[in-house]
Nanobody, 117 residues
Framework: QVQLVESGGGLSQAGGSLRLSCAAS????????MGWSRQGPEKQRDLVAS???????TYADSVKGRFTISRDNDKNTVYLEMNSLKPDDTGVYYC???????????WGQGTQVTVSS
């Protein structure tokens, strides 16, 4: 099992910034993918950004140029720096960990991000 503990999030005005963190512990593996997905009100959960242990990143088109994902492999922690926030960024943000050793996926409990106009 892998446990994910998320922190950060909260309330921001449009144009503001927030930073999310997610620390993985337990049966982690050196080769993995970590990322963030979000679920807005009455919307499905969609990928926001992901990063491999080697540093390869992927972003949803809606956040390119505004959000930056990074990680600290020594700490098994992934970060999401969110700038120029928009009301459409509102939602619950979930951390995800994919273990390449056995292809098992784990999810955090979610953290709320609310952006007011």
């Amino acid at each position: 099992q892998v446990q994910l503990v998320e922190s950060g999030g909260g309330l921001s005005q449009a144009g503001g910034s927030l930073r999310l963190s997610c620390a993985a512990s337990g049966n982690t593996f050196s080769r993995n993918l970590m990322g963030w997905s979000r679920q807005g009100p009455e919307k499905q959960r969609d990928l926001v950004a992901s990063i491999t242990n080697g540093g390869t990143t992927t972003y949803a088109d809606s956040v390119k140029g505004r959000f930056t994902i990074s990680r600290d492999n020594d700490k098994n922690t992934v970060y999401l720096e969110m700038n120029s926030l928009k009301p459409d960024d509102t939602g619950v943000y979930y951390c995800n960990y994919l273990n390449y050793a056995n292809w098992r996926s784990y999810w955090g409990q979610g953290t709320q991000v609310t952006v007011s106009s």
